[in-house]
């Protein structure tokens, strides 16, 4: 498995580069995903650092881009492309200093032309609102004003006074805001004390304001008397942002001249409009061509610039000094592109790559490609493993999806999700290039390979089962036969109503065939229509799940073993791996070595197991109950029958049969293998905690052997002595510390075997309940809905009926029931299983390149 099975070996190197060269070397390593520096100056403000200027003028060019993004976007135009193209070559300086002052200019221009368009927008308004309030206008004096009213006005003063000389009448001209007009007419009713009169008229024409929002106004016409009240109506206009055109012609042949002027300019002002729209763009659309390209030089720069401030200077301040954590085998390939960069930048220094030793714990580092990064991902999401840690993921890409499967497992189910799974991945590059941005479809995708093994395993699962979509195939013949023959079934069809349903037992003694022997693959189909079809699966399914679970369980305090060879603790080995495998044998897989010879051995026929006589089903031996006796020591009878033979044809049975010792000597092996598990319990407790005691002495004695004082030299020379094996990395605690750490591993491992256990049954439960819920509803749709009906209704039924049984299966059955099943498996994966052997306490390598930092900057952006 290579660098699957153990994280990558890191060394801790020293990169030492003279100044010049710097950037162009720390960008021809950026290329690929090889160095993590260290930042070496952890108490420098990000603020202070040496490149913080020319940080701060690619952030200034990225905001310049950003701004032309959002233009782009803004006028509808494709930006073509990606970002990251695979290519990562750096532009040299000049063409940067080119960019820069290109992406100036083009704000600028942008700008410019935002501001221009801004106010050919306002005054194209101005003049369309002007035009419709001489038009309006035109209407509110054709039709005239009411008499009663125009009477009222002229017997009326300021204050609303009955008055006997008359005076003028003047009037207001202005537009609103359609949904403003109605308050608009109440205030103005009001403040104006009924001596104001106002008519309306909507704008039939949206108007555009300068922002680009459509609004809709309305033209009013207010007549007043007075300068007081003119004042009045004014500050209610104001309050309302009501626009008055207070030099509005006061005849027709005014108004008609002033309407072909405006139009005229309106006219005018729309091809001024055209022209700037459609050179904003073609500078936009010139933009969007080389957007990705530009952001990608800007990102990638800011980029080295941020590695470079991790480093230091040397004591001339001449060259770079840095720190780096590089996977051994690619110790050559960084060499290489650090040659490549310090020949690019014309140096005639040659930089140097110093490997370094340390006492610090290395970064964990996991190869891995687009397949087994899902895998990867989900160890990782529990804890990343310490450095050479066995590392779970190789192993968990066919336990993933096998556990998955026996809770998801029909066969037309895993087909559904196997043809998502093949989707996704054939169609992976179109898909990559679409760039989609939805959170949940790039969850999907990610995910196209876990789905697509999940799909294959559940129609493994599904072809044991012997279930699709809740209905079952016969492939190989049943092994039951019927054992009536047809004159008895015409009999018992006589006797039953037209329509009803009769039950007939098959004995197994006389149904199953012999000859032949069990169905070849799977659960027999004729268990599909059995009345105890519930039982038979229950019970199947159950000691599936404990056998599994026990199994996943034991392999994983196997893969203990290897971290404990690998770390060379002989202790951990004799103290922690061999009681843990004795207490799982002892008891577990004891268990599950039960369920396996029952399954294999004892059925419905009389016949002699192990030596002892069976009678019959009645007599299977209970493996729960006799766990529990096992434990609690009882005795019990040997054999099934009583001595003494067959008594009138038939043997005397034993009381409670099923509860007798089933093999010779089951008890006492029984009882030995509860003491060696009880005998383990303190061994994993006081172990390690005794030997670290043990070989702290041994340390001490040694350090005092081999102290050596040379009194005449005035030198000391003091060498503490160590011991040839690990302690699993203890020798600096206390006794407590150890004690008690061992005490919560010891106490975590004895109870999490039994709930572990315990915990693997969800495999039972959610296979039943996935199973019931397809069958509910294959019967509460099909059969109810569309097969129940006869004739010509009954095919249409059929078809609609259908397209509601697939959009419920794959929202219910697939989608909500495989997530179900998907953060079952997660949990049995991180708890039940990485528990054993897994402690997850490294920390992530995480190399500097490109390709991450516009990834990384990308979702930022999103």
């Given at each position: 498995?290579?660098?699957?099975?153990?994280?990558?070996?890191?060394?801790?190197?020293?990169?030492?580069?003279?100044?010049?060269?710097?950037?162009?070397?720390?960008?021809?390593?950026?290329?690929?995903?090889?160095?993590?520096?260290?930042?070496?100056?952890?108490?420098?403000?990000?603020?202070?650092?040496?490149?913080?200027?020319?940080?701060?003028?690619?952030?200034?060019?990225?905001?310049?881009?950003?701004?032309?993004?959002?233009?782009?976007?803004?006028?509808?135009?494709?930006?073509?492309?990606?970002?990251?193209?695979?290519?990562?070559?750096?532009?040299?300086?000049?063409?940067?200093?080119?960019?820069?002052?290109?992406?100036?200019?083009?704000?600028?221009?942008?700008?410019?032309?935002?501001?221009?368009?801004?106010?050919?927008?306002?005054?194209?308004?101005?003049?369309?609102?002007?035009?419709?309030?001489?038009?309006?206008?035109?209407?509110?004096?054709?039709?005239?004003?009411?008499?009663?009213?125009?009477?009222?006005?002229?017997?009326?003063?300021?204050?609303?006074?009955?008055?006997?000389?008359?005076?003028?009448?003047?009037?207001?001209?202005?537009?609103?805001?359609?949904?403003?007009?109605?308050?608009?007419?109440?205030?103005?009713?009001?403040?104006?004390?009924?001596?104001?009169?106002?008519?309306?008229?909507?704008?039939?024409?949206?108007?555009?304001?300068?922002?680009?929002?459509?609004?809709?106004?309305?033209?009013?016409?207010?007549?007043?008397?007075?300068?007081?009240?003119?004042?009045?109506?004014?500050?209610?206009?104001?309050?309302?942002?009501?626009?008055?055109?207070?030099?509005?012609?006061?005849?027709?042949?005014?108004?008609?001249?002033?309407?072909?002027?405006?139009?005229?300019?309106?006219?005018?002002?729309?091809?001024?409009?055209?022209?700037?729209?459609?050179?904003?763009?073609?500078?936009?659309?010139?933009?969007?061509?080389?957007?990705?390209?530009?952001?990608?030089?800007?990102?990638?720069?800011?980029?080295?610039?941020?590695?470079?401030?991790?480093?230091?200077?040397?004591?001339?301040?001449?060259?770079?000094?840095?720190?780096?954590?590089?996977?051994?085998?690619?110790?050559?390939?960084?060499?290489?592109?650090?040659?490549?960069?310090?020949?690019?930048?014309?140096?005639?220094?040659?930089?140097?790559?110093?490997?370094?030793?340390?006492?610090?714990?290395?970064?964990?580092?996991?190869?891995?490609?687009?397949?087994?990064?899902?895998?990867?991902?989900?160890?990782?999401?529990?804890?990343?493993?310490?450095?050479?840690?066995?590392?779970?993921?190789p192993y968990t890409i066919i336990t993933f999806p096998f556990?998955?499967?026996?809770?998801?497992?029909?066969?037309?189910?895993?087909?559904?999700?196997?043809?998502?799974?093949?989707?996704?991945?054939?169609?992976?590059?179109?898909?990559?290039?679409?760039?989609?941005?939805?959170?949940?479809?790039?969850?999907?995708?990610?995910?196209?390979?876990?789905?697509?093994?999940?799909?294959?395993?559940?129609?493994?699962?599904?072809?044991?089962?012997?279930?699709?979509?809740?209905?079952?195939?016969?492939?190989?013949?049943?092994?039951?036969?019927?054992?009536?023959?047809?004159?008895?079934?015409?009999?018992?069809?006589?006797?039953?109503?037209?329509?009803?349903?009769?039950?007939?037992?098959?004995?197994?003694?006389?149904?199953?065939?012999?000859?032949?022997?069990?169905?070849?693959?799977?659960?027999?189909?004729?268990?599909?229509?059995?009345?105890?079809?519930?039982?038979?699966?229950?019970?199947?399914?159950?000691?599936?799940?404990?056998?599994?679970?026990?199994?996943?369980?034991?392999?994983?305090?196997?893969?203990?073993?290897?971290?404990?060879?690998?770390?060379?603790?002989?202790?951990?080995?004799?103290?922690?791996?061999?009681?843990?495998?004795?207490?799982?044998?002892?008891?577990?897989?004891?268990?599950?070595?039960?369920?396996?010879?029952?399954?294999?051995?004892?059925?419905?026929?009389?016949?002699?197991?192990?030596?002892?006589?069976?009678?019959?089903?009645?007599?299977?031996?209970?493996?729960?109950?006799?766990?529990?006796?096992?434990?609690?020591?009882?005795?019990?009878?040997?054999?099934?029958?009583?001595?003494?033979?067959?008594?009138?044809?038939?043997?005397?049975?034993?009381?409670?049969?099923?509860?007798?010792?089933?093999?010779?000597?089951?008890?006492?092996?029984?009882?030995?293998?509860?003491?060696?598990?009880?005998?383990?319990?303190?061994?994993?407790?006081?172990?390690?905690?005794?030997?670290?005691?043990?070989?702290?002495?041994?340390?001490?004695?040694?350090?005092?052997?081999?102290?050596?004082?040379?009194?005449?030299?005035?030198?000391?020379?003091?060498?503490?002595?160590?011991?040839?094996?690990?302690?699993?990395?203890?020798?600096?605690?206390?006794?407590?510390?150890?004690?008690?750490?061992?005490?919560?591993?010891?106490?975590?491992?004895?109870?999490?075997?039994?709930?572990?256990?315990?915990?693997?049954?969800?495999?039972?439960?959610?296979?039943?309940?996935?199973?019931?819920?397809?069958?509910?509803?294959?019967?509460?749709?099909?059969?109810?809905?569309?097969?129940?009906?006869?004739?010509?209704?009954?095919?249409?039924?059929?078809?609609?009926?259908?397209?509601?049984?697939?959009?419920?299966?794959?929202?219910?059955?697939?989608?909500?029931e495989g997530l179900s099943a998907f953060l079952h498996t997660?949990?049995?994966?991180?708890?039940?299983?990485?528990?054993?052997?897994?402690?997850?306490?490294?920390?992530?390598?995480?190399?500097?390149?490109?390709?991450?930092?516009?990834?990384?900057?990308?979702?930022?952006?999103?």
């Amino acid at each position: 498995m290579g660098s699957l099975s153990r994280s990558e070996e890191m060394q801790f190197c020293q990169l030492i580069v003279e100044k010049e060269a710097a950037f162009n070397i720390v960008a021809e390593i950026g290329k690929q995903p090889y160095v993590q520096f260290k930042d070496l100056n952890p108490n420098v403000n990000s603020f202070q650092r040496t490149f913080v200027k020319d940080i701060r003028r690619f952030d200034e060019m990225e905001r310049k881009l950003r701004f032309l993004e959002n233009q782009i976007v803004k006028d509808e135009i494709v930006i073509p492309g990606r970002v990251d193209n695979g290519d990562y070559s750096i532009l040299p300086n000049s063409e940067l200093n080119t960019l820069e002052a290109t992406l100036t200019e083009l704000e600028k221009d942008v700008k410019s032309m935002n501001d221009s368009d801004a106010q050919l927008k306002a005054n194209f308004m101005d003049l369309k609102e002007w035009d419709a309030v001489l038009d309006k206008t035109d209407e509110f004096f054709q039709g005239g004003v009411d008499d009663q009213a125009q009477e009222e006005l002229e017997n009326l003063d300021e204050d609303g006074a009955i008055r006997s000389d008359k005076g003028p009448v003047n009037y207001l001209v202005g537009i609103i805001r359609r949904e403003r007009l109605n308050g608009f007419e109440r205030v103005l009713w009001r403040a104006c004390h009924h001596t104001a009169y106002i008519r309306s008229s909507d704008i039939e024409e949206e108007l555009e304001d300068p922002s680009g929002e459509k609004v809709h106004k309305s033209v009013f016409i207010i007549f007043l008397k007075g300068d007081r009240m003119r004042s009045i109506v004014e500050k209610v206009c104001d309050g309302f942002k009501a626009k008055l055109f207070k030099n509005c012609p006061k005849t027709f042949k005014e108004r008609q001249s002033a309407r072909n002027d405006v139009r005229a300019r309106i006219q005018d002002l729309q091809t001024v409009l055209g022209q700037t729209r459609e050179h904003r763009f073609r500078v936009l659309q010139a933009a969007a061509n080389n957007h990705h390209q530009w952001l990608k030089q800007v990102r990638m720069i800011k980029t080295v610039f941020h590695m470079l401030n991790l480093f230091t200077f040397d004591g001339i301040g001449r060259f770079f000094v840095g720190e780096c954590w590089i996977p051994s085998r690619h110790i050559g390939d960084v060499r290489k592109a650090i040659e490549i960069g310090a020949e690019r930048s014309g140096s005639s220094v040659k930089p140097v790559l110093n490997i370094l030793e340390t006492s610090v714990t290395p970064p964990t580092y996991n190869a891995t490609n687009k397949f087994t990064a899902v895998f990867q991902g989900i160890v990782d999401s529990y804890g990343i493993a310490s450095y050479r840690e066995l590392n779970p993921a190789p192993y968990t890409i066919i336990t993933f999806p096998f556990l998955f499967s026996c809770m998801f497992g029909d066969l037309g189910h895993g087909v559904i999700m196997l043809m998502a799974g093949l989707w996704f991945v054939l169609r992976e590059k179109n898909l990559q290039a679409r760039n989609i941005k939805d959170e949940i479809f790039n969850m999907f995708f990610g995910g196209r390979y876990i789905i697509l093994l999940m799909g294959i395993f559940s129609i493994h699962a599904g072809i044991v089962y012997n279930d699709l979509f809740a209905k079952s195939f016969n492939i190989f013949g049943s092994g039951w036969k019927s054992p009536y023959n047809m004159s008895e079934i015409d009999g018992w069809l006589a006797h039953v109503e037209h329509g009803k349903e009769m039950l007939v037992e098959l004995a197994p003694e006389h149904a199953y065939n012999h000859a032949e022997g069990p169905y070849s693959f799977g659960v027999d189909p004729i268990w599909n229509i059995a009345e105890n079809k519930l039982n038979f699966l229950n019970s199947m399914k159950m000691k599936l799940s404990v056998i599994l679970g026990i199994t996943q369980m034991t392999f994983g305090v196997i893969l203990s073993f290897f971290n404990h060879t690998y770390n060379k603790s002989k202790i951990d080995i004799f103290t922690v791996f061999i009681p843990q495998m004795l207490f799982m044998g002892c008891i577990f897989m004891y268990l599950c070595l039960q369920i396996i010879l029952k399954w294999l051995f004892f059925w419905t026929r009389e016949d002699t197991i192990f030596g002892q006589i069976y009678p019959g089903s009645h007599c299977a031996p209970s493996l729960l109950i006799g766990l529990i006796n096992m434990f609690m020591m009882k005795d019990r009878e040997a054999g099934f029958v009583q001595s003494g033979g067959k008594v009138n044809g038939e043997y005397k049975e034993v009381e409670a049969c099923y509860l007798s010792q089933w093999y010779p000597g089951q008890s006492i092996i029984e009882m030995i293998l509860v003491v060696i598990a009880v005998i383990c319990i303190p061994i994993m407790l006081f172990g390690k905690p005794i030997h670290h005691v043990m070989q702290q002495k041994k340390n001490r004695k040694n350090s005092m052997e081999t102290c050596e004082i040379v009194i005449n030299g005035g030198s000391k020379k003091e060498e503490a002595g160590h011991g040839g094996e690990h302690g699993g990395g203890h020798e600096d605690e206390s006794f407590g510390d150890v004690m008690v750490h061992q005490a919560i591993h010891t106490i975590e491992y004895v109870l999490g075997c039994v709930s572990h256990t315990a915990s693997y049954l969800r495999l039972w439960a959610l296979s039943l309940a996935h199973a019931q819920l397809s069958e509910v509803l294959w019967h509460m749709v099909f059969v109810t809905g569309g097969l129940g009906i006869s004739g010509t209704a009954g095919f249409i039924a059929v078809y609609v009926v259908f397209f509601i049984f697939f959009v419920l299966t794959i929202s219910i059955l697939v989608l909500m029931e495989g997530l179900s099943a998907f953060l079952h498996t997660l949990r049995l994966h991180w708890v039940e299983f990485q528990s054993k052997f897994y402690l997850g306490l490294g920390y992530p390598f995480v190399p500097y390149s490109f390709k991450t930092a516009l990834q990384e900057a990308e979702a930022a952006a999103q």
